[in-house]
């Protein structure tokens, strides 16, 4: 394999065979191309999908409620559907084992005031596993924890937003702030990959908001984040039969879509994942159709090469080469060739997405780039082609009688 004299000869019939090596490499360069611009515009795709959930829990789910719009055993249609406490007790209670975090949420709009600053922001009302399922980044001190809902704490957990809004630069953490004219502590301030919205976002404990707004048990919705060992199809079930269960406790007719409504992350991780399953297997039937019409080609331009070479390899079997020696130097020719043109493929296809990337977002494709993974992965591909493209001209090259060789124009 490194032996220098056969190299020689290989870049020498390389360079007297210009066109002829073009052409050769030519189909697997634009194969490897085509391959890296389709599978960077699919991880596009696919990046795009993950970013759209980049502020919420892979395993999430989200228990929703509206008005009725059947009537169901003798109630009118119309009723407002109402979560309370005793529902998320139930959910608790009854699946335990497939439940990893659990949260209620209440909303409000409030006026949060210090000193001579002031602004109107959204409050929600919510569990210490809010944090895991929002996947909330403490900033500085600390979330709402279990001894703030069993005290039934004044306390607030701040977005980076609302503190640059009501303190600028200044400290916000361990301050008292008015909040609809009641005093709430600051204990934390987080930070979200979901945005500015996100971060515009003040959180406190479910027991207080229910305490101070109302003097009752009501919830606005639940959020949970299912077992991560259950699978999609697992997750997918679980989130049905909630839905069934709830229906029938709050009395909801089983067609009744706009009474409750269980969002559930596995059916649409399930759907993404089919769907970009389906991209990447066109994706690899695209490419490897192109690379094997390239290792069809290189095989058949090997052949006359062979056949321009007959004489030569006659004279080389005539003075002792071994029938291996023939088939090494052509197979390896095959797969400089091949390896060379491919990676001009990858390079320029790389090049390509990187310097569209950016105009590509508006199409819904975000960040196309192809990974490393993937580069070694040709490596091994295009070896491969060109050990396939010159072997078996190679090996009819090596049977050739010396006398017959000789004999040839």
Request: no cysteine.
């Amino acid at each position: 394999m490194f032996d220098l004299d056969r190299w020689r000869e290989i870049f020498q019939s390389i360079s007297k065979n210009k066109l002829r090596s073009v052409m050769s490499g030519f189909t697997i360069s634009f194969a490897i191309l085509l391959f890296t611009l389709l599978f960077g515009v699919v991880n596009g795709l696919s990046n795009t999908f993950k970013g759209a959930f980049v502020d919420d829990a892979q395993n999430s789910m989200f228990v929703r409620v509206g008005r009725t719009t059947k009537p169901y055993k003798g109630l009118q249609s119309g009723r407002i559907i109402q979560l309370k406490n005793e529902n998320y007790d139930y959910v608790t209670k009854t699946y335990e084992d497939k439940i990893q975090y659990q949260t209620a949420r209440i909303y409000k709009n409030v006026n949060i005031t210090y000193k001579t600053k002031q602004d109107n922001y959204t409050l929600r009302a919510v569990h210490p596993d809010h944090q895991f399922l929002e996947k909330t980044i403490m900033d500085e001190g600390r979330y709402i924890n279990a001894r703030d809902l069993k005290e039934k704490s004044k306390v607030l957990v701040i977005g980076r937003l609302v503190k640059k809004d009501i303190f600028g630069e200044k400290p916000a953490l361990g301050k008292r702030v008015n909040v609809n004219g009641i005093s709430y502590k600051i204990i934390g301030i987080f930070s979200d990959d979901g945005g500015d919205n996100e971060e515009r976002l003040t959180y406190m404990p479910v027991t207080t908001a229910q305490m101070l707004y109302g003097n009752n048990d009501y919830i606005s919705e639940m959020n949970l984040g299912y077992n991560p060992s259950l699978s999609l199809d697992e997750a997918v079930a679980f989130g049905n039969k909630l839905e069934r269960d709830l229906r029938t406790r709050l009395n909801i007719h089983p067609d009744d879509q706009g009474a409750i409504r269980v969002r559930n992350m596995a059916e649409a991780n399930k759907g993404i994942g089919q769907f970009m399953g389906v991209l990447y297997f066109l994706v690899i039937l695209i490419g490897s159709g192109t690379l094997i019409a390239g290792i069809i080609g290189i095989s058949n331009i090997m052949i006359f090469v062979i056949k321009e070479r007959t004489k030569e390899f006659g004279i080389r079997k005539a003075l002792g080469a071994q029938p291996s020696s023939i088939i090494g130097m052509v197979v390896q020719e095959s797969i400089l060739i091949t390896t060379i043109a491919g990676y001009l493929g990858l390079s320029l296809g790389s090049y390509i997405l990187s310097a569209i990337g950016d105009t590509l977002e508006a199409y819904f494709i975000k960040d196309p780039s192809v990974s490393p993974e993937i580069v070694i992965g040709a490596t091994f591909t295009l070896i491969i082609a060109g050990l396939i493209a010159g072997f078996l001209p190679a090996k009819k090259a090596a049977r050739i009688k010396p006398i017959i060789a000789l004999r040839a124009d």
